[in-house]
């Protein structure tokens, strides 16, 4: 494919909580994956983090922490575009456009808005309400083609299309209308413990629940033993196995299997064996990830660097996409 023609991905991941298995085979990967393909642009969500309370030292460690993982699962600084969403003030900026062109119902049917103001009913803020509007904003600002997400993510791109071509209608072709890109299997990884909710990375009353990134690989193996299955010692793909399915998910979603072809790979073996299969597949995976996480961690210098470049060349793109709509909607350009 030639240059000019290259499509546009854009993603984004919020420095909350640890980086889990469910980021990584649901998101990262599919990043990894699709990255020498496309035009790609991947951002670390600190201003949507803020929506819930934040201490901010451990924020500030924790967005640079998840900026080298992205370069530790193997996104490439130099080809693709990799920055701190708070660098590029297009994005407050489009955000605030875009409020201007969003319902309050449509925000109010927001399924996650619900989940987190009950979690954090202490907290109810109104860019937790609008967090779809800036979401929105960080992929129409780089005119994305593409957004790779997992499927907890699907209502967001919804939005984020219908207030793209809402703003098209009034103005003309401004904003490019971006597909979702969420992968067949993978794209919803369960709780280990509890396999019937999405294994979430900001989860903090049960670990085992969890498979984090960077947890140590015997304990991953010990989370993998430990999860919840049922009683049957059968192995099958099936709703009312939700234990074995999921861990028949991440198999495949890590080998790049169907959970089907899984299946069947594993006829005959008691959960024990599964188990440990499993447990070895997520190792493989994610060993290399973690050696090169800590090569990167203790260079400074060029961790530094693809931050400021990644800012660079982030701000120079949304701001040509700003710089129009600010036109569009009246206000004086110079
Ligand atoms: P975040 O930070 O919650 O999650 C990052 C990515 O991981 C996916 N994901 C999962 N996939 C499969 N199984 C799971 N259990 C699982 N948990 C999380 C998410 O779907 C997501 O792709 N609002 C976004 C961040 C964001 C964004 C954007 C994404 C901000 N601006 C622009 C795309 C485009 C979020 O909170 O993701």
Redesign the pocket.
């Known amino acids: 494919m030639s240059e000019e023609s290259r499509k546009v991905i854009?993603?984004?991941?919020?420095?909350?909580g640890h980086?889990?298995?469910?980021?990584?085979?649901?998101?990262?990967k599919n990043w990894k994956d699709l990255k020498n393909d496309f035009d790609c642009i991947f951002?670390i969500?600190n201003m949507?983090a803020i929506t819930v309370r934040q201490d901010s030292a451990n924020l500030r460690k924790k967005t640079r922490d998840l900026i080298t993982l992205f370069i530790a699962i193997g996104l490439d600084p130099e080809k693709n575009i990799i920055y701190y969403?708070s660098d590029v003030s297009a994005h407050a900026e489009l955000s605030w456009i875009l409020n201007c062109f969003t319902y309050m119902g449509e925000l109010n049917r927001m399924t996650?808005f619900k989940e987190k103001s009950l979690k954090h009913n202490e907290n109810i803020n109104s860019g937790l309400f609008t967090?779809?509007v800036?979401?929105a904003a960080?992929?129409l600002l780089y005119q994305?083609d593409v957004?790779?997400?997992?499927?907890?993510?699907r209502q967001?791109?919804e939005i984020?299309r219908d207030i793209a071509e809402r703003f098209n209608n009034i103005y003309g072709e401004v904003f490019k209308i971006p597909e979702g890109y969420?992968p067949k299997v993978?794209?919803?990884?369960?709780?280990l413990q509890n396999p019937t909710k999405?294994?979430?990375?900001?989860e903090s009353d049960n670990d085992n629940n969890v498979i984090y990134l960077l947890d140590d690989l015997n304990l991953i193996r010990n989370k993998i033993k430990r999860s919840v299955t049922d009683s049957e010692n059968e192995i099958r793909f099936s709703e009312d196995k939700p234990g074995i399915s999921n861990l028949l998910n991440i198999y495949g979603a890590v080998t790049g299997k169907t959970p089907q072809d899984a299946e069947r790979e594993f006829s005959g073996y008691g959960y024990g064996k599964f188990k440990e299969a499993v447990a070895e597949a997520v190792i493989n995976e994610i060993k290399p990830i973690q050696e090169k996480y800590k090569e990167l961690s203790a260079d400074k210098s060029y961790i530094d660097s693809v931050i400021k470049n990644g800012a660079e060349k982030a701000s120079y793109i949304a701001n040509k996409t700003l710089k129009k709509v600010k036109k569009k909607v009246g206000f004086p350009i110079f």
Request: proline share 8%.
């Open positions: 854009y993603s984004a991941m919020q420095p909350s980086p889990s298995l469910g980021n990584y085979l649901g998101a990262l951002s969500a949507h969403q996650q967090y779809p800036l979401m960080d992929i994305t957004v790779p997400v997992g499927e907890d993510q967001h791109l984020c969420i993978g794209a919803k990884i369960m709780g999405k294994m979430s990375k900001s």
